[in-house]
Structures are given as C-alpha cells and as structure tokens.
Nanobody, 113 residues
Framework: VQLVESGGGLVQYGGSLRLSCAGSGFTFSSYGMSWYRQAPGKERELVASISSAGGTIDYAGFVKGRFTISRDNAKNTVYLQMNSLKPEDTAVYYC???????WGQGIQITVSS
C-alpha cells in the first residue's frame, strides 16, 4: 500500500495550492479518504474527508469555504484545493484512508505572511 502526496511547498498569504495523493496497492474507489495536518507542536487534526464515491464531504470548520476536497477514482487520486491560505495553515499535510489507517508520508505546506 502506498499513499504519495505531492503539490506542497511555500506560498504567500492569500495564495493557493493543490495537493494530490495517489493511492496504490488497495482498491482506492472502495474507500473514503481524508486529509489531516499537523503543525509544529500541535496534534494532528482532520482537515477534510470524502466518501468513496465522492457523494459525502466534510470539512473542519477552520477550512470551510477555503479548501475543497475531491477525488478521481479513475486516477486513484484524492485532491485538496487550498485557497486563501493563511500562515496558520502552515503544517505537514497527510493523506489518510480511515478504514485501514493507511497514511501517506506527509508533505510540508508553508504559508508566509
């Protein structure tokens, strides 16, 4: 099983980034997917979740209206579009399969003020 995140980096306040997470080694389309993040000195927190077919989506309150989770089951990929980024969004972002407790390696997002 592999979950490989990409698309991270450094962005200025108010900018945008799109994260991708490509899954392999399991039946991607059968599982809901989530994005988590962990800032320095803080606990890992849930950012957004999407059901297996994409029909059910949930967001943490701190990203509602700014982030969009989506998936393409034909490409075994889940995305996180992040707009209006703030310095407090700086964290390592992780892709997750909740039912199997699979985790990606994480990718750094840094938002400068």
């Amino acid at each position: 099983v592999q979950l490989v995140e990409s698309g991270g980096g450094l962005v200025q306040y108010g900018g945008s980034l799109r994260l991708s997470c490509a899954g392999s080694g399991f039946t991607f389309s059968s599982y809901g997917m989530s994005w988590y993040r962990q800032a320095p000195g803080k606990e890992r927190e849930l950012v957004a979740s999407i059901s297996s077919a994409g029909g059910t989506i949930d967001y943490a309150g701190f990203v509602k209206g700014r982030f969009t989770i989506s998936r393409d089951n034909a490409k075994n990929t889940v995305y996180l579009q992040m707009n209006s980024l703030k310095p407090e969004d700086t964290a390592v972002y992780y892709c997750n399969v909740p039912r199997r407790n699979y985790w990606g390696q994480g990718i750094q997002i840094t938002v400068s003020s």
